[in-house]
């Protein structure tokens, strides 16, 4: 179930919506947005579902599921494809140094998960 929309990029929108089966909790599903069905989009996106799958990090939000949407009635269009993933809360973490007052070296301090992050989506092949 859609709640609300809480992000869009080039090829998709993400939504918060709440799973229901098999248990129930609130996610970040990433739709492919209508109109983005080359072949070429859609690899792409299917490319970075398979590369977030591979991440195991707890700085790396994790991949629940992924699938594709049912299409249109009647079955005029194919369906898009979509991911599931875990829904994190937050700021930017630009927005919380500021709000927060962080000092340099606090600001460091909180970024090295970041680069530990990243590092780990390196080691898995992702650039």
């Known amino acids: 179930k859609l709640l609300q929309q809480i992000g869009e990029g080039g090829m998709g929108t993400v939504y918060m919506a ?50 594709t949407t049912g299409g249109e009635p009647g079955g005029v269009s194919p369906g898009r494809p979509f991911f599931v993933m875990e829904l994190v809360h937050g700021v930017p973490i630009t927005k919380y140094c500021d709000d927060n007052q962080l000092t340099p070296r606090q600001r460091l301090e909180l970024f090295v998960p970041v680069c530990q992050a990243i590092q780990h989506a390196h080691q898995k092949g992702i650039i």
């Open 18 to 67: 709440e799973q229901t089966h098999p248990v129930r909790r609130k996610v970040a599903l990433k739709v492919i947005k209508a109109g983005m069905d080359s072949r070429q989009v859609i690899a792409r996106f299917e490319a970075e579902r398979q590369a977030l799958a591979l991440m195991d990090h707890a700085n790396i939000a994790r991949v629940l599921d992924a699938g």
